[in-house]
T-cell receptor
Framework: AQSVAQPEDQVNVAEGNPLTVKCTYSVSGNPYLFWYVQYPNRGLQFLLK??????LVKGSYGFEAEFNKSQTSFHLKKPSALVSDSALYFCAVRDMRSGNTGKLIFGQGTTLQVKP | SQTIHQWPATLVQPVGSPLSLECTVEGTSNPNLYWYRQAAGRGLQLLFYSVGIGQISSEVPQNLSASRPQDRQFILSSKKLLLSDSGFYLC??????????????FGEGSRLTVL
């Protein structure tokens, strides 16, 4: 079965420190992976995606993610966290069984708390 | 540029009443459209998706239905709401011809509380 796992419900980090939000996936074939951020009572905002090519993908707001095929992981990272990065983060994988419908399978989300 | 609108933003409805949530996309043609539900502020569940006018696919059996009367309009409905229908409903779109690599773009959501 295809799935995405975000093993941490919450990640706490001090402002200025590096942050990592973990994501692992299970799909058949090559994965298409995405990260989104959600602020309270708002919709999801797209951060970045991995389709093919370089394993390190750079996205919006200084975020990046590292694709690791052997570990089936796609961890989100940022070198220096800001208080304003505090939000709910979702990892997602394209549902490859659904043809060209574009459906995404989402993880359960990880709350990032950045403290001053 | 493309934009997506959802309304109403907030809705409080009694059990047994009907529901209509609307989503429209501007600045694109023939988008793929999706309705997701987010319960308890966490995971997202895909409810319906549509690849064209009048074409609706349901992902889970439930008390809700969806319709796409126009190319860029996607409506989520219910004839009689249940308490379990409470949640945050998110509409999303993806541009045509993007294959499986295109990301989804989400609206700001509609928060439904059923009392």
């Amino acid at each position: 079965a295809q799935s995405v796992a975000q093993p941490e419900d919450q990640v706490n980090v001090a402002e200025g420190n590096p942050l990592t939000v973990k994501c692992t996936y299970s799909v058949s074939g090559n994965p298409y992976l995405f990260w989104y951020v959600q602020y309270p009572n708002r919709g999801l905002q797209f951060l970045l995606k991995y389709i093919t090519g370089d394993n390190l993908v750079k996205g919006s707001y200084g975020f990046e993610a590292e694709f690791n095929k052997s570990q089936t992981s796609f961890h989100l990272k940022k070198p220096s966290a800001l208080v304003s990065d505090s939000a709910l983060y979702f990892c997602a994988v394209r549902d490859m069984r659904s043809g060209n419908t574009g459906k995404l399978i989402f993880g359960q989300g990880t709350t990032l708390q950045v403290k001053p | 540029s493309q934009t997506i609108h959802q309304w109403p933003a907030t809705l409080v409805q009694p059990v047994g009443s009907p529901l209509s949530l609307e989503c429209t996309v501007e600045g694109t043609s023939n988008p793929n459209l999706y309705w997701y539900r987010q319960a308890a502020g966490r995971g997202l569940q895909l409810l319906f998706y549509s690849v064209g006018i009048g074409q609706i696919s349901s992902e889970v059996p439930q008390n809700l239905s969806a319709s796409r009367p126009q190319d860029r309009q996607f409506i989520l409905s219910s004839k009689k709401l249940l308490l379990s229908d409470s949640g945050f409903y998110l509409c999303a779109w993806r541009g045509p011809g993007q294959g499986n690599t295109g990301e989804l773009f989400f609206g700001e959501g509609s928060r439904l509380t059923v009392l």
